[in-house]
Nanobody
Framework: QVQLVESGGGLVQAGDSLRVSCAASGGTFSRYVMGWFRQAPGKERELVAAIHWSGAYTQYGDSVKGRFTISRDNGKNTVDLQMNSLKPEDTAVYYC????????????????WGQGTQVTVTS
């Protein structure tokens, strides 16, 4: 069983940067694909970014490519999401997730989830 705790959300203005972090415990972190998802009110949860268990490969949602960067530290059991050039449409609850399948956007392939952290971007 893996426990995930997100931190770093907040209220920012359009164009600002923000970094959210996820700390994992209770499992072998380096065996999991780690993903960041987000869910805005009235919308489905969508993949923002994912990183291979090795850290060598990354995957991004089309709306964040070139603006967001995912990274992981297998020694510290953490995964971060650096968000630059934020837009109001990035406003959502951001969730950290751990899964076993690479290159998927589907939530059902992620087994463990954090409780989420709110990111609000004002115009």
């Amino acid at each position: 069983q893996v426990q995930l705790v997100e931190s770093g959300g907040g209220l920012v203005q359009a164009g600002d940067s923000l970094r959210v972090s996820c700390a994992a415990s209770g499992g072998t972190f380096s065996r999991y694909v780690m993903g960041w998802f987000r869910q805005a009110p009235g919308k489905e949860r969508e993949l923002v970014a994912a990183i291979h268990w090795s850290g060598a490969y990354t995957q991004y949602g089309d709306s964040v490519k070139g603006r967001f960067t995912i990274s992981r530290d297998n020694g510290k059991n953490t995964v971060d999401l650096q968000m630059n050039s934020l837009k109001p449409e990035d406003t959502a609850v951001y969730y950290c997730a751990a899964g076993s399948r690479w290159w998927t956007t589907r939530t059902e392939f992620y087994d463990f989830w954090g409780q989420g952290t709110q990111v609000t971007v004002t115009s």
